[in-house]
């Protein structure tokens, strides 16, 4: 069984036409699958959306918090609720195709505890780019993410990476940051677990709206780059 989380927060426009495009593709298969949303204190009528298709998807679930509480913190309650063999993270703005799954998922049925799709490798495919600010300032927060924690992986902000069961609730449990660095500390807990990492080349487009703020977001993940080894100074051990 396959187990989709999807952070949303006021994503009433973008988030229909992803559950759609997810419960058709993964509808094809064999396998089974639920997809759970989680509604991150949404305002807008993005909790009535999901259930509209939840009446027509019996495999789609959805979490709500009471307000909104972070990025990270709506993952981690998706995925500690998920039922899934394998469990895949995936952005709300659908900007990796979900047909790139069948990549991910070959990684971890070869022996990999965590397969991540990315936009940095050679073999990727951007088909619509970010604007070039944006583009510059994620280059330069890659850079430091590998200088700082998690070495060797170019690409850790892709809203696109799939988990074993067991290794997603390991580290998720132990996982403290609640917004936009959460991937960088959970790859920075595997890392030092000894947990089996592997970048995949996936095709992405860049959604016109985003939800880092571009001076706040971005110095909250700055330090939050200095938190993580604070934090996790001597946890993540197998």
């Known amino acids: 069984m396959l187990s989709v989380i999807i952070p949303a927060y006021n994503e009433e426009n973008r988030l229909p036409a992803t559950l759609k495009e997810i419960g058709s593709y993964l509808d094809q298969g064999k396998t089974d699958y639920e997809i759970i949303v989680v509604d991150d204190g949404s305002k807008d009528k993005t909790t009535l959306k999901v259930k509209e298709i939840k009446n027509n998807n019996g495999r789609v679930q959805l979490l709500q918090n009471e307000k909104n509480r972070g990025k990270g913190f709506s993952v981690r309650k998706g995925i500690l609720a998920a039922q899934g063999e394998y469990i895949l993270f995936y952005d709300a703005d659908g900007s990796t195709p979900i047909s790139e799954l069948e990549k991910l998922l070959e990684k971890l049925r070869a022996g990999y505890d ?125």
């Open 114 to 238: 965590i397969a991540i799709g990315s936009r940095g490798l050679k073999e990727s495919q951007i088909r619509v780019r970010q604007p070039l600010y944006r583009e510059y300032m994620g280059k330069i927060f890659n850079r430091l993410v590998r200088l700082l924690t998690v070495p060797g992986i170019a690409d850790t902000q892709c809203g696109f990476k799939c988990f074993r069961r067991e290794t997603a609730r390991e580290l998720f449990t132990l996982q403290k940051i609640k917004r936009f660095s959460f991937d960088v500390e959970i790859l920075y807990l595997a890392q030092k677990g000894g947990y089996k990492i592997v970048e995949v080349p996936v095709v992405w487009m860049n959604s016109p709206v985003s939800r880092v703020g571009l001076i706040k977001d971005s110095l909250r993940m700055l330090f939050d780059l200095f938190r993580i080894r604070l934090i996790h100074g001597s946890d993540g051990k197998r």
